[in-house]
């Protein structure tokens, strides 16, 4: 916690993430203390630095720079890896990580910092009243976005809503209920709504800052978690030894017993398309350019946590995640099983994953081997596995893109919100409210087209190119059927994005799933007990907070 008593920094991040501070300012360091914030909150310079001091845990090593999306993105169904990298978090042995307790401090640091924005810059009379709404907005919208994860993460917790200081000493806080928790989370993100600009608006602020419609997104996403972690019934998921299809029966989430499941599901798709009729936001067309470095901060990336080559803000998701890296290869892919879950004209599958590399070595290696006569060969080059299969790795493109891959660490950005994901929202709700009716299938057909070519049609049809036949959800699916395409639709869109863990935990499968694997590729384990479903609470907080009787989550 000394990261909350001591300073705050506006530092390099200022310039990473806000053009219009300047290079002076943005370097200097100010006594954000809860203890004396009269010396600290004066001028909108201050305020804004202020801010930027809760986006920096983001950056920080309890967050972002590693800790959060190893705990995350490592542990799903389609993940493997080096052994060396995917033993702990990727394995299901959280403790055994270096970065454990990691989501916790760092949320709660974020927590801790926005607490004092949201106290004191209401009082600074030398700011503009645009921008002091806005940093308000941002405030309460990383605070609730610290509780949407916290809650996730570890079911219940503490709830801290005033900085820590001579008229609030108390540091033993109780655990909320689950639902309690949630009421947090919602009635920040709609204070953030309240609050903050929409896209393009003069005092939205710059690339890396929330703005109105990641606020309803967030909220519409917090409302389907609920919804979803509520819902009875079943979901089919194809996975296994065999990568078959199987069917499980949810569970209800913890915490989310006797929730009326539909009417958070009308909430979350009401607020959800209030997102789509901004027309603020476009899907990218081309998968490529996604992921590019022209892509980044586009229409379709509402929310990307910023790098900028050269500062501290950098981060080793290229080097764990891509084909090349300094450890030779890459410590993380796709399975095998989940690539052939992609349509074969899918250009998820096709752009999305490198086929063709060199390693660090110097050897040259296609993917996949049972592909040999696409991939083998290319631009003169052969691709010569020798049989190995170590070759059968599925690297992502999506972190690939940086100003130097060679070195370790660099500037890659990571997304944390994609507007295909509001319309993947719309689908799956409109479904549980009405059927896989015309609004739902608008919706899941919405994102797939995106990532399937045009053919022209045969004559006496219009010469008119047209989306190839496979590109369209297949018609007249049940509810329980649409259901279980649209959570594999989630899967392959935004594979290695952090998503999947938490779609496989607010359906209530988890354990199903992973277990149905066993082990997995590349020996990784993926056998979970029911202890995994939540985090362990760091033992420090257990330690030090009275008011947890010495309580950590089951079986931890």
């Known amino acids: 916690m000394k990261a909350i008593s001591t300073y705050l920094k506006a530092s390099v991040f200022g310039l990473a993430l806000l053009s219009t501070?300047?290079?002076?300012?943005?370097?200097?360091?100010?006594?954000?203390?809860?203890?004396?914030?009269?010396?600290?909150?004066?001028?909108?310079?201050?305020?804004?630095?202020?801010?930027?001091?809760?986006?920096?845990?983001?950056?920080?090593?309890e967050l972002f720079q590693q800790p959060f999306w190893n705990m995350t993105v490592l542990d799903d169904d389609h993940v493997s890896g080096a052994d060396w990298y995917l033993g702990t978090t990727g394995a299901g042995n959280p403790q055994s990580?270096?970065?454990?307790?990691?989501?916790?401090?760092?949320?709660?640091?974020?927590?801790?910092?926005?607490?004092?924005?949201?106290?004191?810059?209401?009082?600074?009379?030398?700011?503009?009243?645009?921008?002091?709404?806005?940093i308000m907005g941002e405030a309460y919208f990383l605070r609730g976005w610290a509780y949407f994860q916290l809650v996730q993460l570890y079911g219940g917790v503490p709830i801290k809503l005033k900085a820590l200081s001579a008229n609030n000493p108390e540091t033993n806080v109780p655990r909320a209920t689950v639902k309690e928790t949630y009421d947090v989370v919602i009635s920040d993100f709609k204070s953030a709504e309240t609050n903050l600009f929409p896209l393009g608006?003069?005092?939205?602020?710059?690339?890396?800052?929330?703005?109105?419609?990641?606020?309803?997104?967030?909220?519409?996403?917090?409302?389907?978690?609920?919804?979803?972690?509520?819902?009875?019934?079943?979901?089919?998921?194809?996975?296994?030894?065999?990568n078959g299809y199987y069917t499980y029966t949810k569970n209800v989430v913890a915490g989310l017993e006797g929730l009326d499941a539909r009417a958070y599901y009308t909430l979350a798709r009401d607020k959800a398309q209030e997102v789509i009729d901004s027309e603020k936001y476009s899907l990218t067309e081309?998968?490529?350019?996604?992921?590019?470095?022209?892509?980044?901060?586009?229409?379709?990336?509402?929310?990307?946590?910023?790098?900028l080559a050269g500062t501290v803000f950098i981060n080793n998701l290229h080097n764990y995640f891509s084909a090349r890296s300094t450890f030779g290869v890459g410590a993380v892919w796709t399975t095998n099983n989940h690539y052939n879950d992609y349509d074969v004209l899918d250009e998820r599958v096709l752009d999305g994953i490198t086929h063709n590399y060199q390693t660090l070595q110097g050897t040259y290696i296609f993917y996949p081997s049972w592909q040999a006569a696409q991939y083998k060969v290319v631009g003169g080059i052969t691709y010569n596995n020798t049989g190995s299969t170590t070759a059968e790795r599925a690297y992502t493109i999506k972190y690939s893109s940086?100003?130097?891959?060679?070195?370790?660490?660099?500037?890659?950005?990571?997304?944390?919100?994609?507007?295909?994901?509001?319309?993947?929202?719309?689908?799956e709700a409109e479904n549980e409210i009405n059927g896989a009716n015309a609004n739902a299938y608008e919706a899941l057909n919405k994102v797939r087209l995106r990532s399937f070519p045009l053919y022209t049609p045969a004559p006496p049809l219009p010469q008119t190119p047209i989306p190839v036949p496979e590109a369209y959800a297949?018609?007249?699916?049940?509810?329980?059927?649409?259901?279980?395409?649209?959570?594999?639709?989630?899967a392959r869109e935004f594979n290695m994005?952090?998503?999947?863990?938490f779609d496989l935990m607010r359906w209530g499968i988890y354990l199903q799933v992973m277990n149905k694997i066993g082990t997995g590729q590349n020996n990784i384990s993926k056998v979970r007990q029911a202890k995994n479903l939540l985090l362990p609470i760091p033992l420090n907080e257990i330690n030090s907070n009275t008011a947890l009787k010495g309580k950590n989550n089951p079986n931890w």
């Open 286 to 307: 081309s998968w490529k350019e996604l992921w590019s470095i022209a892509g980044r901060n586009n229409k379709e990336q509402m929310w990307e946590l910023q790098s």
């Open 497 to 501: 994005e952090g998503i999947r863990r």
């Open 201 to 242: 608006h003069a005092k939205a602020g710059e690339p890396g800052r929330v703005n109105q419609g990641v606020a309803k997104a967030f909220l519409a996403k917090t409302y389907l978690t609920m919804a979803s972690g509520a819902s009875t019934g079943n979901v089919t998921v194809r996975g296994g030894t065999d």
């Open 21 to 61: 501070v300047s290079c002076k300012k943005a370097l200097e360091e100010k006594p954000y203390s809860f203890y004396s914030p009269e010396n600290s909150y004066n001028n909108q310079n201050d305020a804004r630095a202020a801010i930027n001091g809760v986006y920096n845990e983001l950056y920080s090593w």
């Open 402 to 427: 940086v100003a130097d891959p060679s070195v370790a660490n660099s500037d890659a950005f990571y997304p944390l919100l994609r507007y295909a994901e509001v319309y993947l929202m719309i689908a």
């Open 97 to 134: 990580y270096w970065g454990v307790d990691g989501p916790w401090v760092g949320c709660y640091a974020m927590i801790a910092r926005a607490n004092t924005v949201i106290e004191n810059v209401p009082n600074i009379t030398d700011i503009d009243p645009d921008v002091q709404k806005r």
């Open 474 to 490: 297949p018609a007249n699916m049940t509810p329980e059927q649409f259901r279980s395409f649209v959570l594999a639709e989630r």
